[in-house]
């Protein structure tokens, strides 16, 4: 990499919890961030328990009122300032995040771009959340949105940069307070966020928790002050975080996992095949195959499966496997040695069922010896088998052949999850019709991945609760009020008699 070298990356030496606009030190025990490639050890970070949390939450908590009290506009002046200077930092975040998560720069370059962009939208939507009125029998009824308080929020590894962004903005804009635990797994980046917004926003009105799931995570999740909960992860963590939420009847909004399904119709013309290839070839390999919404199966008919998967098989075995640093990898690493041999395991599973199409090796990269490298893989296989019904996580696609119109769609919805889906056709009704039958919250036609700030993400059924990344967003953040005035008093039921 010419633009940034490993060394520069001007990180702390350790990282205490960001409690009211400055980081802590770190006094009790700590973890250490690697890297993901190498082993190395970028950083020591606090594994914070319940004191940093509640220490957070108490910040949060003061620092609300006068939040809340700001006018929209102060509060996007604060969103498009961040935005601004994470923008200034992408060449050094995209080289924290690639070697902490493992994924190739050009990719973690991408997330903290579409990050930049999550923080000036909401800063725009924040102007424009407004509430409602009509009159009423001599009054007015004035309906209006108020945000909860101190919302707790989780998240993942995968892509660090979008997940605080699709936590932080929607939050802060609608006037609430954070504290935000990131994973253990890859927390850098997000770590590194506190220099910013100690520049941007008051004390206390972004707070960031590192620590582990059941230490750090369950005791936000179940803190008496958190009013709102905010979980990107796994379903099995979101079932957990859920009851906590249920135990204090907070709202919580949860993005889950995914099992995409990418349908490819008989109807596309020869000319576009190659590009339908290359959609779905980044659609289940990029992040390295570690996103919910990587379309992990792909349904290709029966009328050009055989010239479809010759050209499939091609375009993965072009795929360059190589290190993070490298400007143009497709494939990384994978984040750990658990997720690694969670991948492994599958592609056992997927060797012993037979129909193995290509790949399915662990590959080594020199200088990477700590690294989980695995060639792409694709196998051929049915819709009830376990590699097409289980999140993998990993660079692994299943492909199922499709003769029958209603049994695609029986199997393209038939697993637990509905987040994403692909469709690539000529045809509008095929598109229309399928788009309008499939239990996913993003179909996307003829374009893998075809997501624009504002519009809704979310799962359906296991894949989560509630919409990310679009106005209505906000609405997850606030609740609705409504405030009557009458013009004079009437008398109610029991007036006095005449
Ligand atoms: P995970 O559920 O294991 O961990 C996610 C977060 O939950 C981490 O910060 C972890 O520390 C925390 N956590 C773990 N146990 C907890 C507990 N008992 N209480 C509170 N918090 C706890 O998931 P993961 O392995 O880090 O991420 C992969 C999963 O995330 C996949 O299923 C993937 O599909 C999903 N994901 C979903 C989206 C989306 O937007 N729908 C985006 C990215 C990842």
């Known amino acids: ?74 509060r996007a002046a604060c969103l498009y300032k961040f935005a601004d200077l994470v923008e200034g930092q992408i060449q050094r975040f995209k080289v924290i995040d690639a070697l902490d998560v493992g994924r190739g720069v050009w990719e973690t370059e991408l997330d903290h771009v579409l990050a930049v962009q999550q923080y000036r939208y909401f800063a725009a939507a924040a102007k424009t959340h407004e509430g409602w009125g009509r009159s009423i029998p001599n009054g007015y009824l004035i309906a209006k949105r108020e945000p909860y308080g101190v919302c707790g929020q989780i998240i993942p590894w995968n892509v660090p940069g979008i997940m605080a962004s699709f936590k ?60 709102k909960i905010a979980f990107t992860g796994s379903p099995e963590v979101g079932r957990i975080v859920s009851a906590a939420g249920a135990n204090r009847l907070v709202p919580v909004s949860l993005e889950l996992g995914g099992k995409s399904p990418n349908i490819v119709f008989p109807d596309v013309g020869t000319d576009d095949i190659d590009k339908i290839v290359d959609n779905v070839t980044f659609g289940s390999m990029f992040c390295n195959g570690q996103s919910c919404i990587a379309g992990t199966r792909l349904f290709v008919h029966d009328g050009i499966y055989d010239d479809f998967m010759g050209r499939l098989k091609a375009s993965m075995e072009r795929i360059k496997v190589a290190a993070p640093t490298n400007p143009f990898p497709l494939l990384s690493c994978l984040v750990s040695e658990k ?8 592609i056992d599973i997927g060797k012993a069922e037979g129909g193995l199409v290509t790949g399915g090796e662990r590959v080594s990269v020199e200088g ?6 695995f060639e792409p893989t694709v196998f051929e296989t049915t819709n009830d088998s376990r590699i097409a019904q289980e999140e993998i996580f990993g660079p692994v696609l299943s492909v199922i052949r499709w003769k029958d119109y209603d049994k695609l769609l029986a199997d393209a919805n038939g697993v637990k999850y509905g987040l994403a889906a692909g469709i690539y056709t000529s045809n ?44 209505e967003t906000l ?5 609705a009020k409504a405030i009557t005035i009458q013009t004079e008093i009437n008398p109610a039921w029991y007036a006095p008699s005449a």
């Open 339 to 346: 997720q690694g041999q969670r991948v492994q395991s599958y």
């Open 168 to 227: 932080i903005a929607p939050a802060v804009a609608a006037g609430n307070t954070v504290v935000l635990k990131p994973d253990e797994n890859a927390c850098l980046s997000t770590m590194e966020l506190g220099k910013l917004i100690a520049e941007c926003f008051p004390p206390g009105v972004v707070n960031i928790v590192p620590g582990l799931g059941e230490e750090a995570g369950a005791a936000l999740t179940s803190h008496p002050d958190v009013a």
């Open 475 to 479: 609405n997850m953040y606030t609740h």
């Open 368 to 373: 990477c010896d700590a690294g989980w490298f």
């Open 1 to 74: 990499m010419k633009d940034f070298q490993p060394d520069d990356l001007q990180l702390l030496s350790a990282y205490g919890a960001f409690i009211d606009n400055e980081y802590k030190p770190v006094g009790g025990q700590t973890f250490a961030a690697t890297s993901a490639s190498t082993g190395e050890t970028l950083a020591n970070v606090a594994r914070c328990s319940g004191q940093e949390i509640d220490d957070a939450v108490q910040s949060a908590k003061r620092a609300f009122p006068d939040w809340k009290a700001k006018t929209p506009e102060e």
């Open 428 to 471: 509008l009704k095929n598109a229309w019709e399928t788009a309008d039958r499939l239990q996913a919250g993003n179909v996307w036609v003829n374009s893998y991945l075809n997501l624009a700030p504002g519009s809704p993400f979310g799962g359906y059924k296991e894949s989560g609760i509630g919409s990310e990344f679009c106005h």
